[in-house]
């Protein structure tokens, strides 16, 4: 029996491919395929070649063409100047100084620190995102999401466009609302259509937007489809209420008070506490009043006196009370810090005696409550925002944090610090600065407003230069000398470049500080004059 070779059965292709596999000594390929007079090996190149460019040639599509997309939107705002335009390719390039030996970081700019910064100004400014830059802009908030709220603004209507086009950039689709078209507010079909039909991020951001024009239309357009909404995006829309928070949105949110999530309802209830007139507040003051109060029994200094709640009823749990603590604590204390955190502090100076907020949190506590009560009171200074109670809670600036009237947690610190204005709260952080030092003032400077005030820019370099001569290492201060480097006035960049230098090495001092310091120093000076040059790119 004849046996019939493979050879006879195969496509010019597959013999190609098989020959490769083999090798041209071990299986010729069959007369035809390679051009004659070459080498083995060169002609099954070439052959291999030409049949490629035969198999594409030939190819069918395995569907009709999809449609092509629709043309990006039209974006009006001013185009990026040149400058700047060069700057921010820069910038998504991440075209860093090299890092040095040790872990040291030069004394070039930190770009990708600077592109945040960046952002926010060329958002100020109106400016448009060049259509060349976008798909790198997309890229870089998909690694980063502290980008996205800015890129997603500088991208505009193009950037969502095109995020609609690649399965990379879903992200800006759903967790942003910069650059949607939303229809006009007055256009009720319009904002129907959209809040029903529309991405939730959208939603969001109609909902914020009708708010801004009409308060009662947003409420309303909530209202149509609260029922229908998922636990997390009722959570969702009703945070959104906070932005322009006003004795209106009461009814609503003594509604939210029944509903049947327990994060929804806990919202509602801390909305509703930070309306002083609402009648939720009214409640919690009332209740908190009853634990809290003067004591008259002796001739002695004034105390307040605290008697905690022995209960959880019904109502106050409706009223967001949450009955059972967290592990440690104890349940009369944790009912009595949630009532007072929830009633107006409007309620207290009438209460104790008509006193001011500086004498009510100076006087002494009984029964070791004191804590818990200024635990509290500073919860409701910062949910409140109000400057009067935070300052007497903050207390002097040169009082150890330890023995502050208030709280001595950073966090806690810098929530009362945020219901100050501006210059209060950097004249304050300037004055802790100056009598603590930088170890406790990293969470405080990150609320400060940016630029830092002149008064506290010369805090923390004033610090700077102490540890410096104390022979510290900068690394200790890395944070800190990071935030100037973005917060501070590019105006100081001047007065600082005396600090450059290389300081002589003490003997008490670590090993090659002067020198670390002095590249820290250089690096900050070269970052604040670049800022300045990004200012003046984007200004032209």
């Known amino acids: 029996m004849t ?24 299986r010729t390929p069959q007369a035809g395929l390679t051009p004659v007079g070459k080498d083995a090996p060169v002609a099954l190149l070439d052959a291999a070649a030409l049949y490629t460019v035969r ?6 599509p ?11 939107p039209h974006d009006a705002r001013r185009a990026l100047p040149e400058p700047a335009r060069r700057r921010l390719v820069q910038l998504l390039a991440d075209r860093a100084g090299p890092a040095a030996s040790g872990g040291r970081r030069g004394t070039a700019p930190d770009l990708t620190e600077l592109l945040p910064q960046w952002l926010a100004a ?3 400014h109106g400016d448009r995102a060049p259509a060349s830059v976008l798909p790198a802009l997309l890229d870089a908030a998909r690694a980063r999401t502290d980008l996205r709220p800015q890129a997603l603004e500088f991208a505009g209507p193009r950037g969502l466009w095109l995020a609609r086009l690649n399965p990379e950039w879903k992200y800006a689709l759903r967790g942003g609302s910069a650059g949607s078209v939303l229809p006009a507010v007055d256009d009720t079909e319009a904002v129907r259509t959209l809040w029903e039909e529309g991405l939730f991020a959208e939603r969001v951001a109609l909902l914020a937007t009708v708010r801004a024009h009409d308060s009662g239309a947003a409420r309303t357009l909530l209202g149509s489809t609260w029922s229908t909404e998922r636990a997390e995006d009722r959570l969702m829309f009703l945070d959104s209420l906070r932005a322009g928070l006003s004795d209106a949105d009461e009814p609503f949110l003594e509604q939210a008070l029944s509903d049947r999530s327990r994060n929804v309802r806990s919202t509602a209830a801390e909305l509703l506490s930070a309306l002083p007139r609402s009648a939720l507040a009214g409640r919690m003051a009332a209740r908190a009043a009853s634990c809290v109060a003067i004591d008259r029994s002796g001739d002695t200094t ?20 949450v009955p059972t603590p967290p592990s440690g604590r104890g349940e009369r204390s944790w009912w009595l810090g949630q009532l007072v955190e929830a009633a107006p502090l409007s309620v207290w100076p009438g209460r104790l005696g008509g006193r001011t907020a500086d004498e009510i949190v100076a006087l002494p506590v009984s029964d070791d409550w004191a804590d818990e009560l200024h635990a509290a009171w500073c919860r409701a200074a910062a949910r409140q925002r109000d400057a009067d109670w935070s300052r007497a809670l903050l207390g002097s600036p040169a009082t150890p944090p ?19 204005p501006d210059d209060d709260r950097a004249s304050w952080v300037a004055e802790f600065i100056a009598a603590h030092g930088l170890s406790e003032a990293f969470q405080l400077l990150g609320v400060c407003a ?6 506290l820019g010369r805090a923390v370099v004033d610090a700077l230069e102490i540890a410096r001569d104390a022979g510290s290492y900068p690394w200790s201060f890395s944070g800190v000398m990071g935030l100037a480097e973005r917060c501070l006035s590019p105006d100081e960049a001047g007065r600082l470049e005396i600090l450059t230098a290389t300081p002589d090495d003490q003997e008490d001092a670590s090993p090659r500080a002067g020198s ?22 984007l200004t032209r």
């Not at 940016?450 to 008064?455: C, F, L, Q, R």
């Open 302 to 321: 004034a105390a307040i006196t605290v008697e905690a709640p022995h209960e959880c009823d019904a109502d106050m749990q409706r009223d967001g009370i």
């Open 55 to 60: 198999r594409r040639a030939g190819l069918r």
């Open 402 to 420: 330890s023995t502050g009237p208030g709280t001595t947690s950073p966090a806690e610190r810098s929530k009362l610090l945020a219901a100050l």
């Open 3 to 26: 046996r019939t070779t493979s050879t006879s059965r195969t496509s010019p292709w597959e013999e190609i491919v098989t020959s490769a596999l083999l090798g041209t000594d071990r």
């Open 450 to 455: 940016v630029p830092w005030a002149e008064p």
């Open 122 to 124: 060329a958002n100020e």
């Open 516 to 537: 670390y310091w002095s590249e820290a120093f250089q690096r900050l000076v070269s970052t604040l004059r670049l800022r300045a040059t990004m200012s003046e790119e």
């Open 62 to 72: 395995a569907a009709p063409a999809g449609r092509a997309p629709e043309p990006a």
